[in-house]
């Protein structure tokens, strides 16, 4: 490098420079306009600014001399400076000045960030901005060089930001944020490097650091340009405070990579100009969405992964792949369960997957907002389905395949996709079968074609019999195609059909696999195993497995992964017009009987492992019909058979009920019922059990309907839906009390006790409180009375009745302790420490709270420890630590997250503001109470819209003492309605207020 200008001046390489000013000043003027002539009256100005003397240009002239003498003495030749009339100029080659290095290498890394490869483009921008020694010819003081200086030193930071922005994206925020707290000190009114600094302390867990930065930002803006931060900046900070990017689990930036993408074929031919199209179309045109139409088996998903994995390495935060089932014996994802699915591929835990479809899909689009992502949506059924699904990303690209136009669609670029051409079409059909095998009976081959409508699957599955069949001709292939068993009569085109393939592959496999194969369709879940497989057939394990592999072999099944397998749409639909022959019908309905009884049975097993011992009494009595299944089923994984299951096994409550199997659709309902809740399937909770409730109001099973409305409840409550809740849970203790089931009236009672008093209905939830206890009858209730006195000693909290809780808590340890009901003393232990805090027992309260804390996170309780998190930092905050206050509502947010708990994340960013308030940000405290004020109001959650109300008027009482009263007064009044604790804190701030 023979000129370096980004620091220092240096010449010649190594430390060597110009000493004389004037000299120093016109070689950094050539420098900067290196390989273009800089005017003479441009360098005088430079020089001597407003005071040029009469000998200026003679001066001139002696600087260019000494340079080119000093030069030469450097080894550089004294050419490099030249002469013209209109001025001078600096010869450079290529690599002789480090600005214009730096120059190329940022260009460079900025080509490999839109090309995805995201790893080279940071080595690349970290080779171009360690060239830097410092500011820009620092040193030289000529106003003129210092303002073109000025432009670089403004590249420099535009570099540094976007290799930033690819090293956040690559997940290695710990080791940016030194570099950012430094850059961000030296140029405080620079709001990307500010923003970027707080997604990185955000993503390795420092939220109040974030914050702090954020809030010197907004002082600085204020003081020193008189303005807010930006919108995006505040976007951010919005999303740190409250708890945004903690719940998505890292910051908008992907941690890694995610490659969900399905194998893409191995001898994948024609569409050639389809595909060149439609990548000329992306890569050049910028087209972000395309959706590929046409029939059934032409080929769409086969298209739509090809181009996907063509361009993965544009792509390469996350690959994401679903098959929405707009054409299958499922019914269509709708929108909230298909970003739900996409959710978990991109590492989003189900449990922290927001129930509400616009707070999915805002989740959805916070989590791809950073990333190069490329999203395969398969199979779609309408416009409506895939609208929502479309992320906002300028950097993702969408795949949408479906059998229709989506007309209906605003975005996207539409391509109709035909069957293939006659020629592509014996090609494929050569590519599977043999090549010189189809070329030697051309006529035959293109009659093959012909019958299998020149549709890509149909020829695949043409082709493999002939493969697996060495001896027959292509000619006798084509005339089993014309002598086939029919079409399938939804899928022809004009006189093409896939029936014709299909008939012929399922007459050419064994009859036990002919058996078998009808029966599969039955299953409504994506994938299913082999014990599923052997349910449908009554077979033994070792027997299904064989004719599974056979139907592997002929392309009938295909084995997703090990020991899991899948039908193609078009074979289960081939499957279901089989099993439509009158001569299936009773074979047909013992499969359906087979297979609900084994998945009731597993899920019954589970169930009874995974519930308290006060809900096991209503799991449903079974025996199983295959013992031997159940032995080798996946029972002691529980929850995770459960989540990968959970899909077929609503899918077949559904089935149950249009079959005609009543008592299992209703079972099969309550065994999902604790692996629903705990797992935030709460969309799925509450349709099995409507369902269920109506098959079991046509049994006029009255415990059933009961048992049915008391667990749809329970979604109805975590959904913040109380009235919902009690209608169901009364009829449910009307039912129970006529039947005379004490134990399940004790259930519905301490149920709705809760809720009642969760609604702030105080009255009503005494009234079953009490009642529930006048039912306790002695040892044998145990179970019972340690639920009630649980229920019971959090509400009594709730109302400020603080010694009554603290006796039923201590009570409640006992009984717990006697009982070995670990759970019950984590609950115990955690209102026992509660009450003893607002009781002003501060140092056993503080005790209490960290067993209590420990004992829940030992017990895996999530809403559990997010109210003793709460609790603690209350403590905390009331002893003058709001910073560490702050920290942990922030850690019980999460938690209120991980358990599905509305109300609970309301009451967590409730005392998240008024610790930040504690902090002296009123501004970042006020716009989070608003955010609680909103959500509150649409759940009809009273206590927290009215502490949110209260949060308000704290925050504006110094500036606007009016609305400050207006919102206390609010708060007054919901708090006096539900008889509220609270509502004495609010009296004396009113009359603070005057």
């Given at each position: 490098?023979?000129?370096?200008?980004?620091?220092?001046?240096?010449?010649?390489?190594?430390?060597?420079?110009?000493?004389?000013?004037?000299?120093?000043?016109?070689?950094?003027?050539?420098?900067?306009?290196?390989?273009?002539?800089?005017?003479?009256?441009?360098?005088?100005?430079?020089?001597?600014e407003?005071?040029?003397?009469?000998?200026?240009?003679?001066?001139?002239?002696?600087?260019?001399?000494?340079?080119?003498?000093?030069?030469?003495?450097?080894?550089?030749?004294?050419?490099?400076?030249?002469?013209?009339?209109?001025?001078?100029?600096?010869?450079?080659?290529?690599?002789?000045?480090?600005?214009?290095?730096?120059?190329?290498?940022?260009?460079?890394?900025?080509?490999?960030?839109?090309?995805?490869?995201?790893?080279?483009?940071?080595?690349?921008?970290?080779?171009?901005?360690?060239?830097?020694?410092?500011?820009?010819?620092?040193?030289?003081?000529?106003?003129?060089?210092?303002?073109?200086?000025?432009?670089?030193?403004?590249?420099?930071?535009?570099?540094?930001?976007?290799?930033?922005?690819?090293?956040?994206?690559?997940?290695?925020?710990?080791?940016?944020?030194?570099?950012?707290?430094?850059?961000?000190?030296?140029?405080?009114?620079r709001?990307?490097?500010r923003?970027?600094?707080?997604?990185?302390?955000?993503?390795?867990?420092?939220?109040?650091?974030?914050l702090?930065?954020y809030?010197?930002?907004?002082r600085?803006?204020?003081?020193?340009?008189?303005i807010?931060?930006?919108?995006?900046?505040?976007?951010?900070?919005?999303?740190?405070?409250?708890g945004?990017?903690?719940?998505?689990?890292?910051?908008?930036?992907?941690?890694g990579?995610?490659?969900?993408?399905?194998?893409?074929?191995?001898?994948?031919?024609?569409?050639?100009?389809?595909?060149?199209?439609?990548?000329?179309?992306?890569e050049?045109?910028?087209?972000?969405?395309?959706?590929?139409?046409?029939?059934?088996?032409?080929?769409?998903?086969?298209?739509?992964?090809?181009?996907?994995?063509?361009?993965?390495?544009?792509?390469?935060?996350?690959q994401?792949?679903i098959?929405?089932?707009?054409?299958?014996?499922?019914?269509?994802?709708?929108?909230?369960?298909?970003?739900?699915?996409?959710l978990?591929?991109?590492?989003?835990p189900?449990?922290?997957?927001?129930?509400?479809l616009?707070?999915r899909?805002?989740?959805w689009?916070?989590?791809?907002?950073?990333?190069?992502?490329?999203?395969?949506?398969d199979?779609?059924?309408?416009?409506?389905?895939?609208?929502?699904?479309?992320?906002?990303?300028?950097h993702?690209?969408?795949?949408?395949?479906?059998?229709?136009?989506?007309?209906?669609?605003?975005?996207?670029?539409?391509?109709?996709?035909?069957?293939?051409?006659?020629?592509e079409?014996?090609?494929?059909?050569?590519?599977?079968?043999?090549?010189?095998?189809?070329?030697?009976?051309?006529?035959a081959?293109?009659?093959?074609?012909?019958?299998?409508?020149?549709?890509?699957?149909?020829?695949?599955l043409?082709?493999?019999?002939?493969?697996?069949?060495?001896?027959?001709?292509?000619?006798?292939?084509?005339?089993?195609?014309?002598?086939?068993?029919?079409?399938?009569?939804?899928?022809?085109?004009?006189?093409?059909?896939?029936?014709?393939?299909?008939?012929?592959?399922?007459?050419?496999?064994?009859?036990?696999?002919?058996?078998?194969?009808?029966?599969?369709?039955?299953?409504?879940?994506?994938?299913?195993?082999?014990?599923?497989?052997?349910?449908?057939?009554?077979?033994?394990l070792?027997?299904?497995?064989e004719?599974?592999?056979?139907?592997?072999?002929a392309?009938?099944?295909?084995?997703?992964?090990?020991?899991?397998?899948?039908?193609?749409?078009?074979?289960?639909?081939?499957?279901?017009?089989?099993?439509?022959?009158?001569?299936?019908?009773?074979?047909?309905?013992?499969?359906?009987?087979?297979?609900?009884?084994?998945?009731?049975?597993?899920?019954?097993?589970?169930a009874?492992?995974?519930?308290?011992?006060?809900?096991?009494?209503?799991?449903?009595?079974?025996?199983?019909?295959?013992?031997?299944?159940?032995?080798?089923?996946?029972?002691?994984?529980?929850?995770?058979?459960?989540?990968?299951?959970?899909?077929?096994?609503?899918?077949?409550?559904?089935?149950?009920?249009?079959e005609?199997?009543?008592?299992?659709?209703?079972?099969?309902?309550?065994?999902?019922?604790?692996?629903?809740?705990?797992?935030?399937?709460?969309?799925?909770?509450?349709?099995?059990?409507t369902?269920?409730?109506?098959?079991?109001?046509?049994?006029?099973?009255?415990a059933?309907?009961?048992?049915?409305?008391?667990?749809?409840?329970?979604?109805?409550?975590?959904?913040?839906?109380?009235p919902?809740?009690?209608?169901?849970?009364?009829?449910?203790?009307?039912?129970?009390?006529?039947?005379?089931?004490?134990?399940?009236?004790?259930?519905?009672?301490?149920?709705?006790?809760v809720?009642?008093?969760?609604?702030?209905d105080?009255?009503?939830?005494?009234?079953?409180?009490?009642?529930?206890?006048?039912?306790?009858?002695?040892?044998?209730?145990?179970?019972?009375?340690?639920?009630?006195?649980?229920?019971l000693?959090?509400?009594?909290?709730?109302?400020?009745?603080?010694?009554?809780?603290?006796?039923?808590?201590?009570?409640?340890l006992?009984?717990?302790?006697?009982?070995?009901?670990?759970?019950?003393?984590?609950?115990?232990?955690?209102?026992?420490?509660?009450?003893?805090?607002?009781?002003?027992?501060?140092?056993?309260?503080?005790?209490l709270?960290?067993?209590?804390?420990?004992?829940?996170?030992?017990?895996?309780?999530?809403?559990?420890?997010?109210?003793?998190?709460?609790?603690?930092?209350?403590?905390?905050?009331?002893?003058?630590?709001?910073?560490?206050?702050?920290?942990?509502?922030?850690?019980?947010?999460?938690?209120?997250?991980?358990?599905?708990d509305?109300?609970?994340?309301?009451?967590?960013?409730?005392?998240?503001?008024?610790?930040?308030?504690?902090?002296?940000?009123?501004?970042?405290?006020?716009?989070?109470?608003?955010?609680?004020?909103?959500?509150a109001?649409?759940?009809?959650?009273?206590?927290?819209?009215?502490?949110?109300?209260?949060?308000?008027?704290?925050?504006?009482?110094?500036t606007?003492?009016?609305?400050?009263?207006?919102?206390?007064?609010?708060?007054?009044?919901?708090?006096?309605?539900?008889?509220?604790?609270?509502r004495?804190?609010?009296?004396?701030l009113?009359?603070?207020?005057?």
């Open positions: 490098m023979r000129f370096g200008i980004l620091g220092p001046l240096r010449v010649g390489g190594g430390e060597s420079t110009v000493t004389a000013g004037r000299d120093r000043i016109v070689l950094a003027m050539l420098l900067l306009r290196a390989g273009r002539l800089v005017p003479v009256d441009e360098l005088v100005d430079a020089v001597w407003d005071r040029p003397p009469a000998t200026a240009r003679a001066q001139l002239q002696t600087c260019v001399s000494r340079l080119r003498r000093r030069l030469t003495e450097l080894g550089l030749a004294p050419e490099l400076i030249v002469t013209d009339p209109a001025g001078y100029g600096v010869r450079t080659a290529p690599n002789d000045l480090d600005a214009e290095a730096f120059a190329r290498g940022v260009e460079a890394a900025r080509a490999l960030v839109v090309a995805g490869r995201l790893a080279e483009a940071r080595t690349g921008f970290r080779a171009a901005l360690a060239l830097w020694r410092g500011p820009t010819l620092a040193g030289i003081p000529s106003r003129s060089v210092r303002r073109r200086a000025q432009a670089l030193d403004e590249q420099r930071l535009t570099a540094l930001e976007e290799c930033v922005d690819v090293e956040l994206r690559l997940g290695q925020a710990a080791e940016l944020i030194e570099e950012l707290a430094e850059s961000v000190d030296q140029h405080p009114l709001e990307r490097l923003g970027q600094l707080m997604l990185a302390l955000s993503s390795v867990g420092r939220q109040a650091d974030a702090a930065v809030r010197e930002g907004r600085t803006y204020a003081d020193e340009l008189g807010e931060p930006g919108a995006e900046l505040q976007e951010l900070h919005q999303r740190v405070l409250a945004d990017l903690a719940l998505a689990g890292r910051p908008a930036g992907p941690a990579a995610v490659r969900s993408l399905p194998r893409a074929i191995g001898d994948f031919i024609g569409r050639q100009e389809t595909v060149a199209r439609l990548v000329k179309e992306i050049e045109d910028g087209t972000r969405i395309q959706v590929v139409d046409g029939m059934p088996g032409s080929g769409k998903t086969t298209l739509a992964v090809h181009i996907a994995s063509a361009l993965a390495d544009r792509y390469p935060d996350a994401l792949f098959d929405l089932h707009g054409h299958s014996e499922r019914r269509p994802l709708t929108p909230a369960t298909a970003v739900a699915a996409l978990r591929q991109l590492g989003v189900a449990e922290r997957v927001p129930e509400n616009d707070d899909l805002a989740l689009r916070i989590e791809l907002a950073g990333r190069r992502a490329l999203v395969v949506l199979n779609a059924a309408t416009a409506d389905q895939v609208a929502p699904l479309l992320p906002n990303g300028p993702c690209l969408v795949l949408i395949t479906s059998r229709r136009r989506l007309v209906g669609l605003d975005e996207g670029r539409p391509s109709s996709l035909p069957v293939l051409d006659a020629d079409a014996i090609e494929l059909l050569g590519r599977v079968a043999g090549v010189e095998r189809i070329a030697a009976e051309p006529e081959a293109a009659e093959v074609a012909r019958r299998c409508g020149h549709l890509p699957l149909a020829i695949r043409a082709g493999a019999r002939l493969a697996h069949r060495p001896r027959w001709r292509v000619a006798d292939l084509a005339e089993r195609l014309v002598a086939g068993a029919g079409p399938l009569a939804e899928l022809t085109a004009g006189q093409r059909s896939v029936g014709q393939a299909f008939a012929l592959s399922y007459a050419q496999i064994s009859p036990a696999a002919q058996r078998l194969f009808p029966l599969l369709g039955l299953y409504p879940g994506g994938r299913l195993d082999s014990r599923v497989a052997a349910a449908l057939a009554g077979l033994t070792t027997d299904t497995q004719l599974l592999d056979e139907l592997v072999d392309h009938l099944v295909e084995e997703v992964q090990p020991g899991r397998y899948r039908l193609h749409d078009l074979l289960r639909e081939y499957a279901r017009l089989l099993l439509a022959a009158p001569d299936w019908q009773p074979e047909r309905r013992a499969a359906l009987e087979r297979l609900l009884d084994h998945h009731l049975s597993v899920t019954l097993a589970i009874r492992m995974v519930e308290a011992a006060g809900s096991r009494r209503s799991i449903p009595a079974h025996t199983p019909g295959r013992p031997d299944l159940l032995a080798a089923a996946a029972v002691l994984e529980g929850r995770a058979w459960f989540e990968e299951n959970h899909a077929g096994l609503t899918a077949l409550v559904r089935v149950a009920e249009e005609g199997f009543p008592v299992q659709c209703w079972q099969l309902a309550r065994a999902c019922w604790r692996l629903n809740f705990d797992g935030g399937h709460l969309d799925e909770l509450i349709e099995t059990h369902i269920g409730l109506r098959v079991a109001e046509g049994l006029g099973d009255e059933a309907v009961a048992t049915m409305l008391n667990y749809v409840s329970s979604a109805y409550f975590r959904l913040a839906r109380l919902e809740a009690i209608r169901a849970m009364e009829v449910a203790l009307s039912l129970r009390r006529r039947i005379g089931l004490r134990g399940d009236v004790l259930t519905t009672l301490w149920n709705l006790g809720s009642y008093a969760a609604n702030g105080l009255r009503q939830a005494e009234v079953k409180f009490d009642e529930a206890l006048s039912l306790i009858r002695g040892p044998e209730d145990a179970d019972a009375l340690s639920n009630l006195l649980n229920n000693s959090y509400t009594l909290i709730g109302w400020g009745r603080y010694d009554e809780a603290l006796r039923l808590a201590r009570l409640h006992l009984l717990a302790r006697q009982t070995k009901d670990l759970q019950q003393t984590n609950n115990a232990m955690g209102h026992l420490a509660m009450a003893r805090h607002r009781m002003g027992d501060l140092g056993p309260a503080r005790r709270l960290r067993v209590a804390l420990y004992l829940k996170r030992r017990g895996t309780n999530r809403f559990g420890e997010g109210e003793v998190l709460n609790e603690i930092g209350v403590l905390e905050r009331n002893a003058g630590q709001p910073d560490l206050a702050a920290a942990l509502h922030r850690e019980a947010l999460v938690a209120m997250v991980d358990a599905g509305r109300i609970g994340q309301c009451a967590s960013r409730n005392l998240l503001a008024r610790a930040i308030l504690e902090q002296g940000d009123a501004a970042s405290a006020l716009d989070l109470h608003r955010r609680v004020l909103g959500d109001s649409r759940l009809g959650a009273r206590y927290e819209r009215a502490r949110a109300l209260e949060g308000v008027a704290r925050c504006v009482r110094d606007d003492p009016t609305a400050a009263r207006a919102h206390l007064e609010q708060a007054l009044t919901l708090f006096r309605q539900i008889e509220s604790p609270d004495h804190e609010v009296e004396r009113l009359t603070e207020l005057g």
